[in-house]
């Protein structure tokens, strides 16, 4: 079992930025992929950015150029820096673990961080 707990949040002002971070509770290096996922009330959760264990990115395209995801497999924590924020990125962001063993696959997620953009 991996616990993952998200930190980061707040309210910031449109244009700003914030350092959202996922730390595990065990090793991450064997994750083959974690991301960062967004949600909002009444609508769907949203794939925002995720990496793989061989530090391939990939992102939603209304996040491109802004936001950039990394892992630190030493610290067993995965960030999402998001600059550029505008209002339509107020959210509930959570991180999701995958891991592949044994023909098996294992999924984990966190609680969430709140990220409010507002004047």
């Known amino acids: 079992q991996v616990q993952l707990v998200e930190s980061g949040g707040g309210l910031v002002q449109p244009g700003g930025s914030l350092r959202l971070s996922c730390a595990a509770s065990a090793s991450i290096s064997g994750a083959d992929n974690m991301g960062w996922y967004r949600q909002t009330p009444g609508k769907q959760r949203e794939s925002v950015a995720s990496?793989?264990?061989?530090?391939?990115?990939s992102y939603a395209d209304s996040v491109k150029g802004r936001f950039t995801i990394s892992r630190d497999n030493a610290k067993n924590t995965v960030y999402l820096q998001m600059n550029s924020l505008k209002p339509e990125d107020t959210a509930v962001y959570s991180c999701k673990a995958i891991f592949r063993m044994s023909l098996r696959t294992y999924v984990y997620w966190g609680q969430g961080t709140q990220v409010t953009v507002s004047s």
């Open positions: 990496i793989t264990n061989s530090g391939s990115t």
